[in-house]
């Protein structure tokens, strides 16, 4: 890296920090006193309607007939869960939020355990920072002496939550004195804790990796089914555990795994989204968990007071079993090296690649030459330079965690082992990765289809609305505009 290049360091600046001290009085009449929201992880609009219209007795139909479905709904490019989890609790894009994937390069940072006299850090978000990631309880959650250091900041270490450049509808809910929580599947999803780590008044991720959980759709209901229970207790006005009595979370949620594992591992019979037997019981058991939340807001009272969304992360891709064509990511960074020697500090492969570069001028080359071997590395294009700031508004010679190459594949492509039983993956930008399903119901709004397209991210300003406050108070919405979504009567 040239020694003279100076990289934006995004943070909350002065006038960020007073606008999250506003006043807390409400921007209008409150629609409902909770907001519940749900990423069903990886499913696909298609999936959604295929299931509606098999099942029509399933708590999904039952809800989509009191509820807006939204046709044509797209999550963030790159369709990573860390994206697409912030999409729907910040109202921005990576270019906002300043993360691009769960495992990705700060050109500012320095390696965990270091003493921070070298630049440049993986930040892995994932399992990887665990105390134990073969163990449900991660073995006893994060562990610091595996995160990135900052040497702008005594060499300390960085967590998720301080890694998050924006605010959350967590931190704004909080702000006002009510409640928040969130159920995930790493604890790093402590990323939507706040800056300060204090926005969730409950918190609980159960490790999907331990034992392999990932690999399997029957072992990943069970981590499913736990989270589920966590969130019951939540409804009843104790925290995940049962034991401690917390206000009823005014914004809270969860994510499903058991239909994305499905995908990656059991596939579809067709390109039709006809699920396979493991991947139709994901599906079934996530309707039935589904059943057992709202019977749960029932009992409590709670339901009509609640606005229920039913979102994604990402969708999974191909679809299409006779597409998958798996290359070993080896080949495509070695591409890299052969293009020119030494130019790759990081890369992060899945059916996407991002590429970090030692230099920013280095980007033409490389891409040239991996253009060059397009069909062999499964490329459909790289995108860099211009491009970035284009599509993406991000600018890799401004911006430290901008990757300076981003590879979309050709379709099918996963950049994993050729031995490797996975059948999809997520990250890229394929309309099997990013055109996802996306459900609000609650009392009061009229059952109907939203056929125009719409970003997950404008579910954010959505939730806030509901809450009768201010969507302008979350700063990606600010800085990127995001309108609350069409349809809902509360939003206009």
């Not at 807390?24 to 990423?39: G, K």
């Amino acid at each position: 890296m040239a020694s003279n290049r100076k990289f934006a360091r995004v943070a909350l600046t002065a006038a960020t920090l007073a606008a999250a001290a506003f006043s807390t009085a409400p921007a209008h009449a409150a629609s409902y006193q909770h907001v519940l929201l749900i990423s069903i992880d990886g499913l696909h609009q298609a999936d959604l309607k295929r299931f509606i219209e098999t099942n029509g007795r399933s708590t999904l139909a039952q809800l989509a007939k009191s509820g807006k479905l939204y046709d044509n709904a797209q999550t963030t490019k790159p369709s990573d869960s860390f994206p697409g989890m912030l999409a729907l609790v910040t109202g921005g894009t990576p270019a906002a939020t300043g993360i691009y994937y769960d495992a990705s390069w700060d050109r500012t940072l320095s390696p965990a355990g270091s003493d921070c006299s070298a630049r440049g850090a993986a930040a892995d978000f994932d399992e990887a920072i665990d105390r134990n990631p073969d163990a449900v309880d991660a073995g006893g959650g994060i562990d610091e002496k595996k995160l990135p250091r900052d040497p702008a900041n005594g060499c300390k270490p960085i967590w998720p939550h301080a890694y998050l450049r924006t605010n959350t509808v967590f931190d704004l809910v909080a702000a006002a004195g009510k409640t928040a929580a969130w159920l995930d599947k790493h604890p790093a999803y402590d990323l939507l804790a706040g800056r300060n780590g204090t926005a969730l008044a409950d918190f609980y991720a159960p490790e999907i990796a331990a034992g392999a959980q990932d690999h399997d759709v029957h072992k990943t209901e069970a981590n499913d089914d736990l989270r589920v229970a966590a969130l019951v207790n939540e409804i009843n006005g104790l925290d995940h555990t049962g034991a401690r009595k917390i206000a009823v979370p005014t914004v809270f949620g969860l994510n499903f795994q058991a239909v994305s594992v499905g995908q990656k591992y059991a596939g579809y019979t067709d390109a039709a989204f006809t699920p396979s037997a493991d991947l139709a019981e994901g599906l079934a058991h996530t309707d039935r968990s589904l059943g057992t939340i709202v019977a749960a807001l029932r009992a409590a009272g709670l339901y009509d007071k609640t606005l229920l969304i039913f979102a994604s992360k990402h969708g999974n891709s191909p679809v299409d079993p006779k597409l998958v064509r798996k290359i070993d990511g080896k080949s495509l960074t070695k591409a890299v090296d052969e293009a020119v020697k030494g130019s790759l500090a990081h890369a992060t492969l899945d059916d996407v690649g991002l590429l970090w570069l030692a230099d920013e001028a280095q980007s033409k080359p490389v891409a040239d030459a991996l253009m060059a071997r397009k069909d062999e590395l499964g490329i459909a294009h790289v995108y860099q330079g211009d491009e970035l700031k284009r599509l993406w508004g991000a600018d890799p010679a401004q911006d430290a965690r901008v990757p300076n190459l981003f590879v979309e594949v050709q379709p099918g492509v996963i950049y994993t082992k050729p031995t490797n039983a996975k059948l999809a993956e997520h990250g890229g930008f394929a309309a099997d990765d990013t055109h996802v399903a996306l459900l609000v119901a609650g009392a009061g709004i009229k059952s109907g289809v939203v056929a125009d397209s719409v970003e997950t991210r404008q579910v954010a300003p959505t939730i806030l609305k509901a809450l009768g406050m201010d969507p302008s108070r979350l700063d990606a919405v600010r800085a990127q505009h995001t309108a609350a979504l069409p349809g809902l009567g509360f939003t206009k």
